[in-house]
């Protein structure tokens, strides 16, 4: 992959981070994020998807399935709440 796609898609990710929806707010469908994004079906394939599902892989956006619905729904994940050591859960503690 050359420089200018990897920073295509950089710039891709951080314009899907700026649609997606706080925690709470209704989520949006991935049609509606490619129409914002102006994407091809090509892009909205190759391009997209990858994206938000790395997305949630990585704890950063929800997808959400509706029933009877095969559209996908996204949004940001809420924060971590903090544990009693006042750690963001499920990150490691430093050593005492």
Known sequence: ?????????????????DLLPAPGQEPVSTSDLRTALHLSAYEHSTQLWPILNELANDGVAERIA???????????????APDAAGQPSGQPQEPR
């Open 1 to 17: 992959m050359s420089t200018d796609s990897s920073e295509q898609l950089r710039r891709l990710r951080a314009a899907v981070l």
């Open 66 to 80: 509706r029933p009877g619905q095969t559209m996908r729904y996204w949004r940001c994940t809420p924060a971590p």
